[in-house]
């Protein structure tokens, strides 16, 4: 199981940009198609599914960057060495926020995480819970609704031979040809 965990945050910097970008052009397309000037409406559910992807594959890469930022396969003191920091090394990890620093012995710390990892992560979580949020909404309400009736088109002549009192009465002229 930890190999697989493994896999995924090595795996993840690389494919969370793929995924967040497959999504944001999933969304540009359905705006593209929307008809212009329909008006605000609450997103559909699978658009909010898709607005999730998207705040959760930025969430998730940003964070398996972070914490691979400060790994580093054999000695934690090579890791610190790399990014050159003089003198003996402590590193010190945390989870949320994410943050791996090395420490000298006389209590400098540099941090090995870039400053725009956590942010992403927070932004993206609470993005993904407000389309989650919504998208429950959104099928909750559609399923309340009652179905919009179908507008029928009439089959008879065009509405110019009609006279308007035809139309006050709602007839056809093929009815009244069947009656008379």
Sequence with gaps: MASLLFLFLALAPMLAPCVFLAAAVALARRAHQRLPGGGWHLPSASTCALAAVM??????????????????????????????????????????????????SGGVGTELVPGWVNPVIFLGITLFVAALVTGVLAGARRRRMPAVEQFVVP?????????AAEWRAGRDLGERRDQG
């Design 55 to 104: 705040a959760g594959a930025a969430a998730c890469g940003a964070y398996a960057r972070g914490v691979m930022s400060g790994f580093y396969i054999l000695d934690p003191d090579q890791m610190c060495a790399a990014k050159g920091v003089p003198g003996d090394h402590i590193v010190t990890r945390e989870s949320l926020p994410v943050s791996a620093q090395c420490v000298t």
């Design 155 to 163: 089959l008879g002549p065009p509405a110019a031979e009609r006279s």
